[in-house]
């Protein structure tokens, strides 16, 4: 039955989990409008993920997917979230049958609130000011003693071992398919996850030619999705980064504005910052081979960037 109504090739699906795993690869899009002679730069569109419309769907989906195999059989998952995790794993507890309690930090984005109630999670608002260390632990300790499920992406290696076997793959075979080679990565860092990844897979593949690119928030700025080295992702320790760029929240929103304009991608806060990372990083390094990882698309931010338009 599914054989027969699966038709990848047409986009023809059997049911909604399969939009996930037989959905992929997410494109890889040429940016003409930064592409010139002895310079190409290419988009990582993940955005094209099916639940949260973000990055965080394939580790979700794989953490997910570990707990279950353990036959931990737990019907509630616990979870310290504020964004696309919480959105990802929402729609991926009902795809499964399960309930998902989601703990936020203090004013949590308006946005994500709603959409976690709309798709059913229990929404638990904290006091902690972000997601801590301490924070994503106290979730633990409380999923432990009520019997509940707790993913922690930011210690779980399944998120990002599902980035190494997908994400990164496919960037490797889609560069490969147009015969061209990387030079520079560029990629945000929240739990280092699909950064570590792309790292690992593409040093393997191209050794030291590949230079890998860090984003964080520029001191005293918030962009959704990404942190400060300073508040040590696991997995970055691990990474061999070439620069490292802060981006404001200024210039992430005008950076989307861009790429809007340029390319007519509506692309979110942490692509802008991605964007104007690569532009400062071109500058200072000329011509090659660029990919940049575009996480997630406007949709949750169109308020603030439109606010940052008007104010420029
Ligand atoms: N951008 C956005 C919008 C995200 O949701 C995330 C995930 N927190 C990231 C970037 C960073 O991804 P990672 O956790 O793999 O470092």
Redesign the pocket.
């Known amino acids: 039955m599914t054989d027969e109504l699966l038709n990848k090739a047409l986009r023809v699906y059997p049911d909604t989990l399969s939009l996930l795993k037989d959905g992929w690869p997410t494109p890889l899009v040429r940016l003409r409008s930064e592409s010139r002679e002895g310079r190409e730069v290419w988009a990582k569109l993940?955005f094209y993920n099916p639940f949260?419309r973000?990055?965080?769907d394939r580790?979700v989906w794989n953490m997910l997917r570990k707990a279950l195999e353990t036959g931990l059989g737990k019907p509630v998952v616990y979870e310290a979230t504020s964004?696309?995790?919480g959105i990802a794993l929402a729609a991926l507890c009902n795809i499964l049958g399960l309930k998902l309690r989601a703990f936020l930090p203090r004013s949590p984005p308006p946005v994500t609130v709603k959409l976690l109630e709309i798709l059913g999670a229990e929404v638990v608002e904290t006091q902690y000011e972000s997601i801590t260390p301490e924070f994503w632990r106290w979730v633990a300790e409380l999923a432990e003693k009520e019997g509940a499920l707790n993913l922690n992406?930011?210690e779980n290696d399944a998120?990002?071992e599902i980035?190494y076997e997908t994400l990164a793959r496919e960037l490797v075979e889609q560069l490969e398919a147009v015969g061209r080679r990387p030079d520079y990565v560029v990629?945000?860092?929240?739990?280092?996850?699909?950064?570590?990844?792309i790292y690992k897979r593409l040093r393997e593949r191209y050794g030291g030619s590949v230079k890998v690119v860090g984003v964080q928030p520029s001191p005293g700025s918030r962009?959704?999705?990404?942190?400060r080295v300073e508040t040590e992702?696991k997995?970055l320790k691990s990474v061999e980064l070439y620069a490292l760029y802060d981006v404001s929240f200024e210039e992430a929103a005008l950076g989307v504005v861009e790429v809007a304009r340029r390319e007519g991608l509506l692309v979110?806060?942490?692509?802008g910052?991605?964007y104007r990372a690569y532009k400062k990083l071109s500058e200072r390094e000329g011509g090659g081979t660029y990919v940049l990882?575009f996480?997630?698309d406007i949709f949750k931010y169109v308020d603030s960037v439109h606010a940052a338009l008007h104010r420029h």
């Open positions: 993940e949260s973000s990055v965080k580790p964004g696309n995790v992406q930011f998120n990002p980035h990629a945000g860092i929240g739990t280092s996850g699909h950064i570590y990844a962009i959704p999705g990404i942190k992702p997995w979110g806060l942490s692509s910052a991605v990882v996480p997630d």
